[in-house]
């Protein structure tokens, strides 16, 4: 077990350095490689047999030279920068990291329903301004803050993420409606039920999505989705950027339709200075920062440790090419 040849293709990008490689280094010999760029992945993969990467994508072609390559292990849950059918033809396992940012991207989901609806950095940054200062009353009743407790709120994808979402929204008194490719009836209750997409889009007050990037769902949230929903409605995105269509968000932004975005993901990574939604109104962004804490990063590290080590041991998990 301890030979066991293992490249980390982009660790910076999981580990910047306050993060130990211990649970990696453990299981074999480790080469460790802050970013990969294309040109360079047939040299960093070289002879290992483990790989472990989150953005470096991996073609057939890749696979074809690198014969020596036994296992694909990901700092990530999402799989589509990898050509897995090759990789299944193969006999190499991908194996994703299912969960490890539930916690970490629902906070943050409702971190930016509650900055739309509560607004808090405006208000901070008005008192030290000094506006309450000159207020004559004890308190200062401002327009736009809302509360979550009787809204309905349409969560889309409802994985491990979808979930702890809604226990949030569900503890702040709001009522859940549910998207998702498999119905669950055991997670439906007196607050929370599955619908149809159409149904969901009509009905919400704040629509959060939480699916991933496929075939079917990117480009979903569109000007003819939006033209279903209720004027006013907020949309939060902490999944994927190409989930929505941005210049159609942004028109939606502009005319009213949509009351607020709350977005960490973007179809360009990192976002390009043409982006549309910076010059949307009533847009709240981040740079991609949902999974981004260090617990959940040192999660991370050793669920793909977990994930090295069963392999070593003949029963790989979280395959995502069985």
């Known amino acids: 077990m301890g030979q066991t040849t293992i490249a980390i293709l982009d660790g910076q990008r999981t580990n910047p350095g306050d993060l130990s490689w211990t649970p990696i280094e453990a299981l074999g010999r480790v080469s460790l490689y802050p970013a990969t760029a294309p040109e360079e992945l047939l040299d960093h993969i070289g002879d290992h047999e483990v ?40 006999g190499i396992p991908v194996c994703n990291a299912p969960g490890y940012s539930s916690y970490a991207v629902s906070q943050l989901a409702a971190a930016l329903l509650l900055e739309i609806t509560t607004q808090v950095g405006r208000h901070n940054a008005a008192l030290r301004a000094g506006a309450w200062t000159d207020n004559r009353y004890f308190c200062q009743v401002a327009p736009g803050l809302t509360e979550i407790a009787g809204k309905t709120v349409g969560i889309i994808g409802y994985g491990g993420i979808g979930q702890a979402f809604g226990r949030i929204m569900k503890a702040m008194g709001a009522e859940l409606l549910v998207y998702a490719r498999h119905r669950r009836p055991e997670l439906e209750d007196a607050h929370t039920h599955y619908v149809s997409l159409n149904e969901l889009y009509a009905r919400s007050d704040v629509i959060s999505l939480h699916c991933p990037a496929n ?31 941005e210049e159609d968000v942004a028109a939606a932004l502009a005319c009213g339709k949509l009351r607020a975005l709350g977005q960490d993901a973007f179809a360009v990574e990192p976002i390009r200075p043409d982006n549309p939604l910076l010059r949307a109104p009533n847009c709240y962004l981040t740079p991609h920062i949902g999974w981004a804490p260090r617990e959940t990063r040192a999660r991370l590290v050793e669920l793909v440790a977990d994930n090295i080590r069963a392999w070593q041991q003949g029963r790989p998990q979280n395959v995502v090419n069985p």
Do not use: H, W, Y
Request: proline residues 3%; hydrophobic residues 50%.
């Open 51 to 90: 790989i472990v990467l989150d953005k470096p994508v991996i073609t057939r072609r890749i696979l074809e030279a690198c014969p020596k390559l036994r296992l694909i292990a990901l700092f990530a849950t999402g799989f589509n920068n990898i050509d897995v059918e090759a990789a299944r033809e193969r």
């Open 215 to 245: 075939a079917d769902s990117l480009g979903m949230i569109n000007a003819a989705a939006l033209e279903q929903m209720k004027d006013g409605v907020i949309l939060i995105n902490t999944a994927r950027g190409g989930l929505i269509v």
